[in-house]
Every structure is written in C-alpha cells, then in structure tokens.
C-alpha cells in the first residue's frame, strides 16, 4: 500500500531564508503527487501538483516542487520565506496513477522567524 | 465560484450522543469525499462517493458512522453514538471528473469535541 513520509514535524526557518520541506512517497508506480497547506482552523488549500509532464511545477505563493523518480521524492521549495508563510503544509499522493483516495502524509508546521 | 461549504464549523457534544455534518460540494463536482483528521495528523479517508454511489468506504467505522448523499449532491456524514476516540476535523472535499487529474478541493472541516 501507498504511504507518504514527510521528514521533520517542525521547521524553523527565518525570514527571507530558503524553505525546504521534504516528501517522500512508497510506491514503485509513479502516483499523483499534491502539496496542500493548512492555516489554523482552517481546511486544505492546494499548494501545487504533479500529474504528468515537467518534473517541475510551480504553485502559488512562490513555491514550487520538484518529483524525481529516482528517489521517489517530490519536496517543496520556496526561495525566500514570509512571515504569512508560517502554516501546516501536508504532502499527499493518489494510491495509482487516476486519481481517486488520497494519501497524506503526517504533516509538516512551519514555522518563520522575524 | 464558491467553494466546498461545511456546517456546523464546531461541535461540543457528550459521548454517547449523536451528531451530524453537512456538506455541499462545488458546484458541477460528482465526486465527494469525508475524511477525518486526528490532531497532528494528515487526513484519513473515510468514504468517497461517486454521485449517489459510495465506491470506497472501506475505513468508515460502520457500527456507529454513516453517510448519505441522496440526488448526488450535498452529503451528510453521522455519528451515533459518539466516543471520545472520535474528536477530530470532519473534512470534505470534492473533484470532478471532467479534470483527468481529479484534483480535490477541500472545504474549512467541522472540529468535534467529544466530552
């Protein structure tokens, strides 16, 4: 069965500075791959996406996510960090390759220092 | 275009009682989905419908969980009786099939507290 890790509950990072969030998933069959974020008291927002195509995708609010195969990761980056940033942001990824059940995995908090 | 709507956001309830959640998907979107997610956790599937038809319930709790989606639109998931296990973020989300890639759009969850 399909499971997603998310390295480190928490990261800190300052203001301006570089975010890297790591996610890595189980399966030999490349699925469909999603970051959401989640603000406090909130629901899920959809960060960006990967389906077919470029390996590397684009989101908004700056970030952006790069899936490799190979290791079969698909970690999310943003150049420089805002405040407004600081939320929980959740890798998820379909069982197979159509969609349908989405796996998540643990959840990792941001958090950004002035 | 509004998104997917959820009531109650809150609920208190005492164990052993029942309770019930609303949801509304986006307009046009056939597929529903519930999931729960337990504190400092990622969500859970609990039942995905494909319009009237539930195709995956297989991690709903059926002894005291049910869900309903009568005409294929709005959904409504109940629990009875209610245990303390079961404090948590209701969520619903939905997709369409229209979009190959089946992208799902989450609405703000209902957080019940179990006493």
């Known amino acids: 069965a399909q499971s997603v890790t998310q390295l480190g509950s928490h990261v800190s990072v300052s203001e301006g500075a570089l975010v890297l969030l790591r996610c890595n998933y189980s399966?030999?069959?490349?699925?469909?791959l999603f970051w959401y974020v989640q603000y406090p008291n909130q629901g899920l927002q959809l960060l960006l996406k990967?389906?077919?195509?470029?390996?590397l995708v684009k989101g908004i609010n700056g970030f952006e996510a790069e899936f490799k195969k190979s290791e079969t990761s698909f970690h999310l980056t943003k150049p420089s960090a805002h405040m407004s940033d600081a939320a929980e942001y959740f890798c998820?990824?379909?069982?197979?390759?159509?969609?349908?059940?989405?796996?998540f995995g643990q959840g990792t908090e941001l958090s950004v220092k002035p | 275009e509004a998104g997917v709507v959820q009531s109650p956001r809150y609920k208190i309830i005492e164990k052993k009682q029942p309770v019930a959640f609303w949801c509304n998907p986006i307009?046009?979107?056939?597929?529903l989905y519930w999931y729960r997610q337990n504190l400092g956790q990622g969500p859970e599937l609990l039942i995905r419908?494909?319009?009237?038809?539930?195709?995956?319930d297989s991690q709903l709790p059926k002894d005291r969980f049910s869900a309903e989606r009568l005409k294929g639109v709005d959904s409504t998931l109940k629990i009875q009786p209610a245990e303390l296990g079961d404090s948590a973020v209701y969520l619903c989300?939905?997709?369409?099939?229209?979009?190959?890639?089946?992208?799902?759009?989450f609405g703000p969850g209902t957080r019940l507290t179990v006493l």
């Open positions: 998820a990824v379909t069982e197979g390759n159509q969609g349908g059940k989405l796996i």
């Open positions: 990967y389906t077919t195509g470029a390996t």
């Open positions: 419908y494909e319009n009237e038809e539930a195709v995956d």
């Open positions: 307009s046009g979107h056939n597929t």
């Open positions: 399966s030999s069959v490349p699925p469909y």
């Open positions: 989300a939905s997709s369409s099939r229209s979009d190959s890639t089946d992208t799902q759009y």
